[in-house]
C-alpha cells in the first residue's frame, strides 16, 4: 500500500473514530482529568497537533505565530511521530516542553497517533527561559518576549511518573480504539454492490464453517475470480484477511465469558488449529490472545 493510501484510510477512519461514543467520552475525560491537550492525529497530517485545542499551552500558542519557531514545532512534530510508529514516544523541544505520541495499531498497520504534551517536567526557571529566549532570537522569531515569559512560567508541571501515568492511559485507550478499528473495517459497507453486502452477510453467518472464496462467490452468484477483484475493491482487504478479521471478533467477543477456554473460543469461530489461531490473532490484535484475556479480565475485575 502506498504511502499516499495510507495518509488517505488513516484520515478516513481517524474520522470514524471520533465520531463514536467511547472517543468522544474518553476525550472529555482526558481533559477534565489532566488539564493538557488531546488529538487523535491521522498519519501523516500537516497542521501543528494542539493548535486551537481548549488546553493549549499559551507559552506554545504565542510560539505557534511565528513562523520560525512555528517551523520548529513542526520539526519536533514530525520527531516524535517517526519515533513512535512502533511504541510511544516522549520529546523535548528546545524550550523543555514535553510532547508524546501513542501508535494506533491494528496488527501490522499504523493507522493513527493519540497525542499530548505541552508540559515541563520541572518548575520553569530563569535560567532555561533564558536559553530558550536565545534560541527564540536565533530563529528571529517577532514574538512579544514579555508576553512570552509571562505564559511560560504558566505552563502545566509534572513529575515524570505524574506524566509516565498518563501516557500510560493513553497506550490503554490506543488498544480500545485498535479493536474499535477492527470492527468498523468489519462492519463498514458504504455504498457497496448488493453482491458485497450479500457476501458480508454470508461471511458473517457461516464464518464457523471451513469457509473458501468459491464457496462465498457462489453464494453471490460470481466467479471466484471476478469475486476476489471486487471485494478487495469495495473492503479494502482480501477475503482471507476479512474472514480472520470476522473470527478474531468473535473470538475477542466469546472471550468475555471468564470460564471460555482460548482454544475452545477458536475452534467455535471457525479457527482450524491452535498454531494458524494464534498467528492471526497476534497479526490482527497485535498480541497474543493469552495477553488480549488477562488485559481484558483486569480491566473488567
Not at 14 to 22: F, G, T
Not at 104 to 126: C, D, M, W, Y
Not at 275 to 282: C, E, L, P, T
Amino acid at each position: 500500500m502506498s504511502s499516499e493510501t495510507t495518509a488517505q484510510t488513516s484520515r478516513v477512519l481517524v474520522e470514524q473514530l471520533k465520531r463514536s461514543q467511547i472517543y468522544r467520552d474518553y476525550e472529555q475525560a482526558f481533559r477534565d482529568t489532566t488539564g493538557l491537550p488531546f488529538r487523535l492525529r491521522a498519519v501523516e497530517a500537516f497542521d501543528l497537533t494542539h493548535r486551537g485545542d481548549p488546553n493549549e499551552n499559551p507559552f506554545c500558542a504565542l510560539m505557534s505565530t511565528s513562523n520560525q519557531s512555528c517551523s520548529a514545532c513542526l520539526m519536533l512534530q514530525k520527531r516524535v511521530e517517526e519515533e513512535a510508529r512502533l511504541e510511544p514516544k516522549t520529546l523535548k523541544c528546545f524550550a523543555g516542553m514535553c510532547d508524546s505520541a501513542v501508535p494506533v495499531r491494528v496488527g501490522e498497520n499504523l493507522i493513527a497517533f493519540l497525542q499530548t504534551g505541552q508540559v515541563l517536567l520541572h518548575k520553569p526557571s530563569a535560567a532555561q527561559f533564558a536559553r530558550t529566549t536565545r534560541e527564540i532570537l536565533k530563529f528571529g522569531a517577532a514574538v512579544d518576549l514579555k508576553k512570552l515569559e509571562e505564559a511560560y512560567f504558566q505552563s502545566r508541571v509534572l513529575t515524570a511518573k505524574q506524566y509516565e501515568a498518563i501516557v500510560r492511559l493513553l497506550e490503554i485507550f490506543a488498544q480500545h480504539l485498535a479493536s474499535l478499528s477492527n470492527q468498523l473495517s468489519v462492519r463498514e459497507a458504504n455504498a457497496e454492490a448488493p453482491s458485497i453486502n450479500r457476501a458480508r452477510a454470508f461471511i458473517t453467518e457461516r464464518h464457523a464453517d471451513d469457509l473458501s472464496l468459491g464457496d462465498v462467490a457462489k453464494a453471490v452468484n460470481m466467479s471466484a475470480f471476478y469475486f476476489c477483484k471486487m471485494f478487495k475493491q469495495a473492503t479494502g482487504v482480501t477475503f482471507t484477511e476479512y474472514l480472520a478479521r470476522v473470527r478474531v471478533e468473535k473470538v475477542k467477543n466469546l472471550m468475555l465469558n471468564p470460564h471460555k477456554r482460548i482454544s475452545e473460543a477458536a475452534f467455535e469461530a471457525g479457527f482450524q488449529s491452535l498454531s494458524q489461531f494464534n498467528r492471526v490473532f497476534r497479526k490482527i490484535a497485535g498480541e497474543a490472545p493469552t495477553i488480549y484475556r488477562e488485559r481484558l479480565h483486569a480491566v473488567a475485575v
